[in-house]
Each structure stands twice: as C-alpha cells, then as structure tokens.
C-alpha cells in the first residue's frame, strides 16, 4: 500500500516528501514497495533526541529511513528501513581499501548510528533493517558494525538486520 504524505502509519513519525537521486531509487523501491513520484521519494521520518558525542548536549533532531511497516507478528513489530543500492562504486573505485573501510565507518557512525538510536529510544518490538544491492559491501558492513557491542547485541537480539537484496 502507497502510503500517504503526512500519515503516521500509526507510529512514531511521518511521511515526507524528499528528492530522490535516481542512482539508488529503483533500489530503494524494491525494498519498501513505496513508489517515487516525479523524482522525490518518500521517506518516513522519526524525530529522536541526539546526543553530540563532543558536547554532550541533547536536542531533537529528525531521523529519515526509507520505509516503515508494521508486521504483524506475534508479536506486532514497527519495522524501519533503509536500502542501500548501487554502490558498487564503494567496491570499485576505492583501489585503496583504507578509502573504502572510512566509507563504510563514516556510513556506519552517521546515520546507522542515528538510526540505531532512534530505534532503542522507541523501546518495544521494532526492528531496523539495511538492505545492500552488493553482497560485498553487506558483508564488510555488517562486520563492521558488529566490533561494536552495542551493535551486536541489537544483531543478536534481531532488532538489527543487515542482509545482502540483490535486484530481481
């Protein structure tokens, strides 16, 4: 079901419109079934509060993902998405994996981090999902990710996914 600009979804946040590059668009649809319309996608946004990791200070802040569902469980789950297609360029054009590995790191402390604490602050069954079009760039994220505890325990737990989706 196409959902609708401003609606909850019955969750914590709401449905915006946001230019869409068309790089990963087709990607991202085939992840949430959501469809883009004249080059802008919708994209669920949550606000959580962010604490900045220099000053301490707490504020509010939005946080995107690319889709949200509820699955019906038992028991019912808020399920976040995002996905990440085409970035073969990651694998490829970084001859120098020192490049490649700040990537992915800079992907992984930026918006999964502000994603993952989004998704603890919203307690209950939720569950976040990162989908990669690229088996490589899955896996080498994933074992990224899972060096920090905090992370792995979410993973163990379920409430992190991070899978390889290739296109149909």
């Not at 994996?97 to 994603?115: D, I």
């Not at 069954?125 to 896996?139: G, I, M, P, S, Y």
């Amino acid at each position: 079901m196409q959902p609708r600009l401003g609606d909850s979804e019955n969750g914590p946040g709401i449905w915006v419109d946001e230019y869409s590059s068309s790089r990963g668009r087709d990607y991202q649809k085939h992840i949430t079934g959501v469809d883009h319309v004249d080059g802008r996608a919708l994209e669920y946004v949550v606000e959580y509060n962010h604490t900045d990791g220099k000053t301490g200070l707490v504020s509010r802040r939005p946080v995107k993902l690319d889709g949200y569902y509820w699955e019906k469980g038992p028991p019912p789950t808020q399920v976040y998405q995002e996905g990440k297609g085409r970035y073969e360029w990651m694998e490829t054009s970084f001859k120098d994996a020192t490049v490649y590995r700040s990537t992915l790191t800079n992907m992984a402390e930026g918006q999964f981090k502000n994603q993952v604490d989004m998704l603890i602050q919203s307690g209950g069954n939720t569950r976040l999902e990162w989908h990669f079009q690229e088996q490589k760039v899955a896996d080498d994220f994933f074992d990224l990710i899972a060096l920090d505890p905090r992370f792995r325990s979410l993973v163990d737990q379920g409430r992190i996914v991070i899978q390889w989706t290739p296109m149909p």
